[in-house]
């Protein structure tokens, strides 16, 4: 019975969750503070150690250079992405470039990459378990934005490995929320999961019947989230303070970070209070040496004009949901808010004018999707728990074609686990092995799709060309993880397949992260908080942004 | 560029005893221009768009990072899961392309070879020559083959206009009933035979499972529907099934409409009466052996145990039924590996006859292509690529009126010539549009038609004149 248990996590852009399930009933596990949403922050210590959670986020500022935050946002991307090159603008640890155009963390000397920082994260939120629990445990469900690439997902699937843990499923958080919304409660409804987290937003339409949880389509922006709205405030904020006092706060990454954390109180401030109260007191100093505060003062109408497009854009994606389900939005029996920003009035208020429906009550935005996590986790162990999920692929697979072009293999929102067989020939006489780039995406350029890797077949019967036939399968699984694999039609010989061009980490990377990730100690408590005023006196000299 | 896209299916090489000693670019050439031309034309607006807001939106005090698009560069073996294997270096990476038409890039895969959607020998079906219960039971399959063609051509009658919502709200009104059509599929289970063993784990997912399959199913192209898998392995029950199968395949009732269940319904009862004669419906392993080792010989609606005339939200429920059975959550936490994969396969097979049944457009095409000659072949639902559906909506629109305005003008005007009875009018018209548009079929048939009548009444006036 000691292995019995499965623990579901939700690995958040900027919190994370960590849920079991009780006597039936998902429970979400505080740690031993009692807080039960845990920053995705990682701190690297001197002493080696390393601090993950709320604590670690009070680093951000104090320890900005080997504290690691917004991880999820690089997670399986290339280093050539946008996202990649804004957040080496904004992010004060050092992002670098690794083989294979992956990304690496440089933190002092030592280079970490994307997955290793997550299983950091994952690793705190197994210790937070263990230490409810009182027993170990190495089995988990965790989820991704529905919206995830395989990139990302394999990626996240890595760092699950890489945190001691068996990953039973990489479960879509809007399919998580939904879970959690209809298991056990024998409803026939379609619902719709608007999941606006603090990175991303995914947008699921579901039908639940009974205990079947049918997604019939989902939409996504992997580029807009809580942060997006942060970011607008804190332009509002340097740019009055540039206009007041003619310095640049944008320039320091210290003063970002101070930014940053005031913006971040002032939106939760305006979604409660309706208007909010700016003091950074001490935030940089003049060319004179002059130390100056930022103070200001926000509205709920001036915040509503500063994000009202990227509020626009959240129904943009809900329409194309709707429209790919064949549904409007009065076919929709239960609209259900997931993520820290849909407490915002705004949000609130759209979604209800959108919907022309009232959202849900009663579900915690924060949390309900761990607590489906930990719902899927509990039906994969508990052979009489009977819930099916039926998810759906949120992007198109292609393959790459001469020229820079790509051709559809499965389309999106094609229900998985599927498969699709495509039949291919050699060009040349003798020829040993064929190449095929797997693309996802929605354009039928290459450029414009995410590469998920370079496959190469060898092994098959060797003849003149045109002759052989290699049927390649392509397979998307229930985490949403893409196979390839191939065949000689006439033999049916199965080939040998070889990834040549990958973002992920190779297996002999990820036994040596396994290790590293097994010696590195957790810090606990808060201990190694700086005392405050320790930081004063690297106060950033901001030289004046305006010349007379 | 050097051979005209016409015929989009003409990427494969037809004759492989040709050898190949031209250097023509016979095997990748067809592919090629027609991708590079329906593309690029579609794509020209966003593809010159694109490279210039992407990349300096943010205000970058930092250096240029390298320029987007993957390096193709070397690359050691990487992505861990996946199934590795030691990797040697390509002979002649660049040498793949001997052919004229595209210069080979730097990124580009050397390899690939062209696509070839439906090449003349079909994989699914390689070896169905099967000697092994053949020649007595084709006469009987011929029998019950008649009505089947009969009635599966009017399903689209009883359909109705079954938009997405109307089904959908149809599927929930009638709720997750329980779906009686598909019991016959799976308690018709000969679990004696030696079937189970004859199936090997198989290796991997995904993987053709064709080879495992022939000594099962000695479907020929030819007969359409039956009771054809089941019927090796039950030889003497072969009227009775023949008889029971043929029920829920294809419902003598036309109007399936009506209610959801009660068409489905009747079939029961013939079946259970053999089950009880199979052991064991409940057991949840036979039944996935059951239905892997038919994957290739049922088609999608024998698959969800539904009619052809079902709606769509028979096809929904069914589907949730079938999910119930084969969802491999339902065996997560057993250890019978090869069983799992088994399971994985059997509802890979649901999920992608759901996903094409759901769909009225698919659907259609499906049904007409299993219920065509070559249904053997056809039993996977084979999707037009993207290139093929857009170029087969143009030749549409050109067969109905034409693609060029003034032609089509000319045209509607001679159609409006010839109900008035102008003919002369009428010819004038249509030779107009023909030289706008000389190729189209359609002008030059009303053409020859007008033609025809103005000789009769050329004809019929000189007779009047004598």
Redesign the interface.
Known sequence: MADDIAIGIDLGTSYSCVSIVENGEPVVLPNEWGEVNHASVVSFLEDGTVLVGNSAKRNIITRAETTVYSAKRLIGR?????E???A??VMPYRIV?G???SVRIQVRDQLYSLPEISALVLKEMKAIAEQYLGRPVNKAVVTVPAYFNDNQR?AT??AGRIAGLNV?RILNEPTAAALAYGFGRDV?Q?VVIYDLGGGTFDVSIL?I????F?VLSTAGDTYLGGDDFDDRIMTWLADDFLARTRLDLRQSKYCLQMLKEAAEQAKIDVGQKGTADVLCQNICQDASGQVMDLRATLSQDQFNRMVMDLVQRTFKVCDEALQS????AA?VDAVILVGGPTRLPIVQNSVRHYFQKEPLEGINPDQVVAMGAALQAH?????RT?????DVTPLSLR???????T??II?KN????????????????G???????VYQGE???A??CE?L??F?F?GFRVG????V???V???I??DGIV???A?D??T?Q?T????????????A??QRSILQNRQTRLARGMVHAVPPGTSRDVLPDLPSAVEG | MSEPPDKPGSG??DS?GE??RKTTT???AP??PS??QE??F??TG??RD?PLP??P??????PP????????GA??????????????A??RPG????QAT?PP?P???????????A?P?V?RT?TREQPAAGPPRTPTREGPAAPTAGTRSPPQAPLGSP???FL?EQA?AS??APQPGVVPARVFRPTDTPGKPAVPPL??????I??VIPPLAPVKAGPPRTAAPRVPHRPTRDPMSETSIGIPVVPPLPPAEAGGPPPVAPVVPPVAPAATATPAPGDPESQVAWKAERLDTLDYFELLGVPTTASAGEVKRAF?TE??AY????F??LDDEAFKTRV?EV??RV??A??VLRDDVRRKKYLADVSGPDRASKLRFD?L???ETIAQVKQQAAEQIGLNPKARQQFQTALGEIDRGNFVAAERGLKMALTYEPQNALYKEKLTEVQARLYEESRGKAFKIK
């Open positions: 290339y280093f050539f992405s946008d990649v090159k804004k080496m603008a470039e083989d294979n155009n394999q699937k890595d039973l026939n379609r039908e019947g009974k205990d079947v049918e389900a064949r549904l409007t076919d039906a994969l162990m508990d052979a009977e819930t099916f999920l039926v393959i790459g074609t001469v020229g820079g072009y051709e559809r389309e094609t229900p998985v686990p599927i498969d699709r067989s495509k039949t291919f020939t050699t060009s040349r006489d020829q040993e092995r064929v190449k095929i780039r354009s039928n350029r450029d414009e590469m890797g370079e190469e060898a003149y060309r045109g002759e036939k290699i049927e399968t392509f397979e699984n229930t196979n390839v694999s065949a039609t006439e049916g199965k040998s397949t070889t990834i040549s061009l990958s973002s992920g980490l190779t297996e990377d990820i | 494969a090489p492989p050898t190949p016979q095997p990748l592919v090629d991708e590079v593309a690029g579609e794509t966003t593809f694109t992407g990349v939106k943010l205000d970058a005090p930092f990072a390298p320029p987007p698009g993957p390096k193709a690359a050691p073996p990487a992505g861990p899961p996946r199934p590795a294997a030691p990797r040697t390509l002979p040498a793949a392309h001997g595209p890039r990124g580009q895969p050397p390899g690939i070879g062209a696509a070839a959607p090449p020998p994989p390689p938009t997405g919502e959908t929930r709720g997750p290796p991997s997912l995904g993987v053709n064709a080879p949730y999910s119930r969802h491999p959550d339902r997560f936490q994985h509802y890979k999920t992608e759901y996903y999707e690529s993207e290139k």
